[in-house]
């Protein structure tokens, strides 16, 4: 079991660039979601996949953010034209579907990609 | 809105002395409740989970926590703390009726001092 795993670790661009982000969940896994994680915050809820298809959208997804999950296995997701508020450490998670009860509501967290926008 | 309260940002204890770090969640209906520990630079790990079952959840580490439907709570508790138990911690909760997206807690870092 090689765990969730996100890639790059660290990000460092300018203002105004393009970033992706690519989260490997845990391959048995349907449900992958994005969160970000603000200095001194908790994670937020950004958005979530089941399967490949994306199921809800947080408001903090501007309409520069975009996610995929093509084939339903590997995530990205895209900032369009960063903004120095779009620092952040952006957390990916997976977990079972519901269908599998309990065991299905724990979601397991990759290391995170820490994005610092100059 | 639905939301998850951790009481103090920073506890500090002495080794070996009980940690106790508290959470309440805002809802009549009981969520499904978790704590999440993060060491600095690293991603979430669950420490333990309340899904309705017993009301005591034992976890990792040697933590515990209660759940407590009268006063809303869920606190975290262990025995006697160690050095290595120096992290952030978060509480965090999956409300009935959501698509299973967690609401975290603002967290509360521990301290163990020697």
């Known amino acids: 079991d090689t765990g969730v795993s996100q890639d790059p670790r660290h990000k460092i661009t300018k203002r105004g660039q393009n970033v992706t982000f690519r989260c490997d969940p845990i391959?048995?896994?349907?449900?992958l979601y994005w969160y970000r994680q603000t200095l001194g915050q908790g994670p937020e809820f950004l958005t979530y996949?089941?399967?490949?298809?994306?199921?809800?959208k947080s408001r903090l997804l501007s309409d520069r953010f975009s996610a995929e999950r093509p084939k339903g296995s590997f995530s990205t997701l895209e900032i369009q034209r960063t903004e120095q508020g779009d620092s952040a450490m952006y957390l990916c998670?997976?977990?079972?579907?519901?269908?599998?009860?309990?065991?299905?509501?724990?979601?397991?967290f990759g290391p995170g990609t820490r994005l610092t926008v100059t | 809105a639905q939301s998850v309260t951790q009481l103090g940002s920073h506890v500090s204890v002495s080794e070996g002395a009980l940690v106790l770090l508290r959470c309440n969640y805002s809802?009549?209906?009981?969520?499904?409740l978790f704590w999440y520990v993060q060491y600095p630079n690293q991603g979430l790990q669950l420490l333990l989970k309340y899904t309705s079952a017993a009301t005591l959840v034992k976890g990792i580490n040697g933590f515990e926590a209660e759940f407590k439907k009268s006063e809303t709570s869920f606190h975290l508790t262990k025995p006697s703390a160690h050095m290595s138990d120096a992290a952030e911690y978060f509480c965090?909760?999956?409300?009935?009726?959501?698509?299973?997206?967690?609401?975290f807690g603002k967290g509360t870092k521990l301290s163990v001092k020697p």
């Open positions: 391959s048995e896994h349907n449900r």
């Open positions: 996949f089941q399967n490949e298809a994306q199921l809800e």
């Open positions: 998670a997976s977990s079972l579907d519901f269908t599998r009860l309990a065991e299905s509501y724990e979601q397991y």
């Open positions: 809802s009549s209906v009981p969520p499904y």
């Open positions: 965090a909760v999956i409300y009935g009726g959501s698509q299973g997206n967690l609401i």
